[in-house]
């Protein structure tokens, strides 16, 4: 198992546990952008330390042209964040998310014409095994019936599009200026991007009960430690084998809620979880050396 997997896998756990954390938070929609902001400000403080601390590294003045760059990295993340906002105030949470997966695809083509990256035909197999997976996992069907399937489709469509990019260029960027730069200068350039979401969702911040501050701190945290190993991953690895790793981080929210929350895992869910273990293992098997 090459370093990039293990990094990917360790990002996918800390992302399964953040979106934990954060599912009640984002069943209130009027806390999203409140919950938003204490995440990013408690990713990037364990980012920073990440940085001085496991990175061993510094951070320095990058190029006007890496700037650029990391400008365009963040813009695209935040998009992506903006679009999947609209599209839940259209369609239900479970139908958005499941769609969302859809951005590894993106990803995937991205890398193949621009990095070069070649896939086999086992490669492809997983990573639809991993995209087929992730719906049936997310999907609630019950809730899907009677639903417009058009209503929020674009807001969707863009969200996919926005993440599906941002990933390639995270790679680019960390390539560039290294993990530690990638890591602040994102997390800095978030905070501005936030208040500018804040004024186009036309959104006020709230103030947070005990409740919603103790888990979007958790969430933050859980999220700042996936972001540095994610970006460790895919500057170790091809982007078309770490994207689908990533975004397994789903099957193990709703292990963890199985556990944690006492939530009974449905046949759908069972089979979907299946599949995407049987993608990763996979992609992890042959991916030796990537």
């Not at 953040?18 to 980012?47: D, M, P, Y």
């Not at 609630?140 to 489709?153: E, N, Q, Y």
């Not at 995270?170 to 991007?193: D, Q």
């Amino acid at each position: 198992m090459s370093l990039g997997v293990i990094f990917a896998l360790l990002a996918m756990v800390l992302w399964g546990l953040e979106e934990l954390f954060l599912k009640q938070a984002l069943a209130h929609r009027k806390g999203v952008t409140t919950t938003f902001l204490i995440n990013t400000i408690a990713g990037a403080v364990l980012s920073v330390l990440a940085i001085w601390f496991i990175l061993d590294s510094k951070v320095t003045l990058i190029s006007q042209s890496n700037l650029i760059l990391v400008t365009a990295t963040a813009i695209t993340a935040f998009v992506g964040y903006i679009f999947f906002y609209l599209a839940l105030q259209k369609q239900e949470l479970s139908l958005i998310s499941s769609l969302d997966e859809a951005w590894i695809i993106v990803s995937v083509i991205i890398a193949t014409v621009a990095f070069g990256e070649r896939l086999s035909a086992l490669h492809l197999f997983s990573i639809f095994a991993v995209l087929i997976g992730a719906f049936l996992v997310s999907a609630d069907f019950t809730k899907i019936k009677g639903l417009k399937f058009i209503s929020g489709s674009g807001y969707t469509i863009f969200a996919i599009v926005s993440t599906g990019i941002t990933v390639p260029l995270e790679k680019v960027l960390v390539g560039r200026v290294g993990e530690a730069n990638a890591i602040f200068y994102l997390y800095a350039l978030y905070f501005p991007l936030i208040l500018i979401g804040k004024w186009l969702l036309k959104e006020n911040f709230i103030k947070p009960s005990k409740a919603l501050f103790k888990t979007a701190v958790f969430s933050g945290l859980a999220d700042g430690s996936a972001f540095a190993f994610y970006l460790l991953a895919i500057n170790s690895g091809n982007v078309s084998i770490i994207a689908p790793i990533v975004a397994s981080s789903v099957v193990v929210t709703v292990i963890l809620g199985r556990v944690y929350l006492k939530e009974k895992m449905t046949l759908k869910e069972t089979v979907g979880t299946i599949f995407i273990l049987c993608g990763v293992v996979v992609l992890s098997a042959i991916s030796k050396g990537i």
